[in-house]
């Protein structure tokens, strides 16, 4: 008897523990929903390094856990729950290969997910190794991708540098950077538009505050540093491009005189033009919108949006009728926009480009 009612209780314990593990979600599985420049070379480990590269699900369970592997231990995710975007799980994650409990206490049904990446390349790379699902959940089919796209190409206000930060406060914490807060992704949701940001903070057209400018980063399938990797083009085309640049080259040239010999004005127009050329040649049905601001650069005064403009007219003279400018007045705020000045600058850009495309 006591032989018996012993193998009974290992087996209720077993039956228990059965119950009770977690479902591990691969990778690779069909219903994850990726979104941005993400390295697939291993599908079971892809690595996401670009800001606001996504990941989005349907599942059910009463919880739901996040496995990262991140390469130095300075990166911030948002994960969203339900189609709740206004109080996300801020995930800081830790170096190496680490399970982060994002989720707990769910009611029992269908929960829907959205995992963004809130810093940039400077932060460095995650590998993403999966998700944990409790009580028996499981992945559902994922949720419908938007029919529209638009790229953004920038520095650290795209990036959303600094944007959580105190009004009176430091503005260079990874913690207040939240590309998901910038101008940019939230001109893509208010368009309903599936978004890739290529942006990095620091960077220029000619000259960047490291040894790398845009037209050497533009095209990299990484965003840690300058390296040569290579993204492909063909994988994934914009309906609207924003190229967002020239912050720092106003700062560096126009202000610091560190690239020398120094650009006139027509080297700097020349310079601009010819990355917004090589954009275009990428992607030759998009309309392109050259946007300057909204710090000093767009201060009243400024060269800098006289260069955008007149690069733009020649590009139309050249035959380019999908192209145009809009710009950001600059607030008189001497740091990185925060919140509230991104949702004004991306108010006037979503009402700019719903008007062109008829969105």
């Not at 807060?181 to 890739?196: P, V």
């Not at 085309?237 to 010999?261: A, E, K």
């Not at 800098?304 to 035959?319: F, S």
Request: glycine share 8%; net charge neutral.
């Amino acid at each position: 008897m006591k032989t018996l009612s012993l193998a009974l209780l290992l087996a209720a314990l077993a039956h228990a523990g059965v119950a009770g593990a977690a479902n591990v979600v691969a990778p690779d599985n069909r219903n994850l929903q990726y979104t941005g420049r993400i390295d697939f070379s291993k599908p079971a480990a892809p690595v996401i390094s670009w800001p606001s590269t996504a990941i989005a699900g349907n599942f059910t369970g009463t919880s739901l856990s996040v496995r990262l592997d991140d390469q130095r231990g300075k990166n911030y995710f948002n994960v969203f729950l339900d189609g709740d975007l206004t109080y996300p799980y801020v995930l800081e994650a830790a170096q190496g290969d680490k399970t982060y409990l994002v989720a707990q206490g769910l009611a029992p049904g269908r929960h829907s997910f959205l995992i963004t990446k809130r810093t940039e390349g400077e932060e460095g790379a995650t590998t993403f190794r999966g998700l944990e699902l409790a009580d028996g959940g499981e992945l559902l089919t994922p949720p419908p991708r938007p029919a529209r796209r638009i790229e953004f190409f920038g520095d650290s206000i795209t990036s959303g540098m600094g944007n959580e930060g105190a009004d009176n406060g430091r503005d260079d914490a990874s913690k207040d950077k939240n590309s998901f807060m910038s101008y940019a992704a939230i001109t893509a949701r208010a368009l309903d538009a599936e978004l890739h940001m290529t942006s990095q903070s620091g960077i220029g057209v000619m000259i960047s505050w490291f040894p790398f400018t845009m037209p050497d980063f533009y095209d990299q399938l990484s965003a840690v540093g300058d390296n040569d990797t290579r993204w492909d083009f063909a994988a994934w085309t914009p309906d609207v491009v924003v190229i967002n640049l020239l912050q720092n080259d106003s700062w560096l040239i126009g202000r610091d005189h560190r690239l020398q010999p120094e650009p006139d004005d027509e080297g700097r127009i020349a310079a601009y033009q010819k990355f917004v050329a090589r954009v275009r040649q990428l992607y030759p049905k998009a309309y392109i919108v050259c946007a300057l601001g909204s710090m000093e650069a767009t201060r009243a005064g400024s060269a800098w949006p006289g260069y955008v403009t007149a690069a733009v007219e020649r590009l139309r003279k050249g035959g380019d009728a999908r192209i145009d400018t809009v710009f950001f007045p600059f607030t008189g705020y001497g740091q990185h926009p925060r919140v509230k000045q991104h949702q004004a600058n991306a108010a006037r850009l979503t009402a700019f480009i719903r008007n062109k495309m008829a969105w």
